[in-house]
Antibody
Framework: QVQLQESGPGLVKPSETLSLTCTVSGGSVSSGSYYWSWIRQPPGKGLEWIGYIYYSGSTNYNPSLKSRVTISVDTSKNQFSLKLSSVTAADTAVYYC??????????????????????WGQGTLVTVSS | QSVLTQPPSASGTPGQRVTISCSGSSSNIGSNYVYWYQQLPGTAPKLLIYRNNQRPSGVPDRFSGSKSGTSASLAISGLRSEDEADYYCAAWDDSLSGRWVFGGGTKLTVL
């Protein structure tokens, strides 16, 4: 069964760039049946979608974070990564990577509203502090 | 402030039936499927219901989902102590350039 594991620094200074990697095992990021997503959860709060990437490199980001987010994929390492620039304390959160199952695609387009997140990584806490 | 609205808490005794509501708008729940995720204490969220009312394999039939208009509900029957968790609803939102939106989560306590 597929498993996802986040890795990266647990502490980032304000104004710097947060960088995380998600390693996929038991499955391939090159599969055309999935998007690969990042979702975060500030301490004691709800979930916020950050964005996703397809194996081809196409991406879609949350408009509220779009100017600061870059998601990339490395098919040779079976990994995908998140970079979030100019971080502040508001970016302190548990960051999850997740596989987004494509529920319906037609004519070369997939419709996100038909997708779901399964499974999720265990999550990694990133604290933004000097 | 979450785009989807859930009650912050719910509770019930073992064996009872509880429901958790999720309210949205025409750009999310009104035009797209609703999904539910269960987050047990200290763990990552897990898919509980997909496409409004479908259960993944391994999810007990005590869990059921429904949707009407711009609202959705998660029902848990035969409540058990291991159901104590946070529950989140989610839907794709077609506004702006599209994004996933979540509810703020409902903490279910089994008394």
């Amino acid at each position: 069964q597929v498993q996802l594991q986040e890795s990266g620094p647990g502490l980032v200074k304000p104004s710097e760039t947060l960088s995380l990697t998600c390693t996929v095992s038991g499955g391939s990021v090159s599969s055309g049946s999935y998007y690969w997503s990042w979702i975060r959860q500030p301490p004691g709060k709800g979930l916020e979608w950050i964005g996703y990437i397809y194996y081809s490199g196409s991406t879609n980001y949350n408009p509220s974070l779009k100017s600061r987010v870059t998601i990339s994929v490395d098919t040779s390492k079976n990994q995908f990564s998140l970079k979030l620039s100019s971080v502040t304390a508001a970016d302190t959160a548990v960051y999850y990577c997740a596989r987004e199952v494509l529920g319906y695609c037609s004519g070369g387009s997939c419709y996100p509203g038909y997708n779901w997140f399964d499974p999720w990584g265990q999550g990694t806490l990133v604290t933004v502090s000097s | 402030q979450s785009v989807l609205t859930q009650p912050p808490s719910a509770s019930g005794t073992p064996g009872q039936r509880v429901t958790i509501s999720c309210s949205g708008s025409s750009s999310n729940i009104g035009s797209n499927y609703v999904y539910w995720y269960q987050q047990l204490p200290g763990t990552a969220p897990k898919l509980l219901i997909y496409r409004n009312n479908q259960r993944p394999s391994g999810v007990p039939d005590r869990f059921s989902g429904s949707k009407s208009g711009t609202s959705a509900s998660l029902a848990i029957s035969g409540l058990r102590s291991e159901d104590e968790a946070d529950y989140y609803c989610a839907a794709w939102d077609d506004s702006l350039s599209g994004r996933w939106v979540f509810g703020g989560g409902t903490k279910l306590t089994v008394l």
